[in-house]
């Protein structure tokens, strides 16, 4: 599965994307979990407000199946 983080995620990661290997079937909650385990509190806080963008769908529902790749959005601040 390639992931692609942004704003506090590529912060809290130390890189902007990776190639995780996970089964196909992993929901997006198997993605956080892992991602919580690999890099910690700060990714766990991180991605506890994050949205995913999974193909041309954006959501926050961790049930989703995750597929072959994942964005994961943080809240950006501006305006």
């Known amino acids: 599965m ?3 983080y942004f704003a ?3 912060d809290a990661s130390g890189c902007r994307s990776e190639t995780l290997a996970l089964p196909h079937s992993s929901t997006l ?3 956080v979990a892992v991602l919580s385990d690999k890099y910690g509190p700060d990714m766990k806080r991180v991605l ?3 949205a995913y963008l999974v193909g041309e769908e954006l ?3 961790t049930g989703r ?3 072959p790749a994942v964005d994961i ?4 601040a501006g305006g």
């Open 48 to 50: 506890s407000v994050s």
């Open 73 to 76: 959005l943080p809240p950006f």
């Open 59 to 61: 959501t926050r529902d």
């Open 29 to 31: 909650a198997d993605l």
């Open 2 to 4: 390639s992931v692609r």
């Open 65 to 67: 199946v995750a597929g």
């Open 8 to 10: 506090a995620a590529a």
